[in-house]
C-alpha cells in the first residue's frame, strides 16, 4: 500500500506498531515507506522508521533476503548520522538478519571479529601441530601485554617466540 499525505503528521511511540496510529498517521507512514522504497531519505521520526525496520526484518514488500539487507544498509547509511540510537539496534539487528537468512556471502562483513576469533581457535586447538610463527602471531593478537614491543623480544626475538611456543603448548592442555 503507498500513500501521498499532504504532510506527515508527528507520531511517537515506545514500540511503535500499525494500531498505536490514528488514520493520519498510518496515511504519514505510508507516504514515507513510499520514499524509503524510493531510495529517499525524508526527515521523520525513529518511531515511523522502526515500524518499517520490523517490515523489512519480516520481509514485508521484500522480494527476497538479499534486497532486506540492502533496505537495512540503506536506512543505516541514511540515517544512522543523526540519528546514533538507530544504529545500536539495527547493527544488532542487521547481525541477526545476516544469520537468520543464512546470508553466507556477507558474513564476513558482519561477523568478522568472530570469524578471527574461530580461526585463532582453530590454531590453538591445533597448537602441536601448528608453525611457530602462526601460532606465536595468534597469541601475540589476544594478548594484552605487547610481547613485540618488549626490550626481551626487541633483544631475542627467535627465543622469545621459542618460550611464547612452548608455554602455550605445554600449559594449554
Known sequence: FEDSADEIVPFQCYFPVYKEMNVRQLRSYFTLRKLWRRGQHPDTSLSYLFVYIYETLM??????????????EDLRDGYCENEP???????NWMRDYVAYYNLIDRRSEFFSTELR???AAAIFANRDNENDDILFETACNYSTFN???????????QDVLKVVVG???KAAP
Open 147 to 157: 610481547v613485540k614491543k618488549s626490550i626481551l623480544y626487541k633483544k631475542s626475538p
Open 85 to 91: 540510537k538507530l544504529l545500536r539496534y539495527l547493527e
Open 167 to 169: 608455554v602455550i603448548r
Open 117 to 119: 576469533e574461530d580461526m
Open 59 to 72: 520481509q514485508v514488500g521484500v522480494e527476497n533476503p538479499e534486497e532486506g539487507l540492502e533496505i537495512l
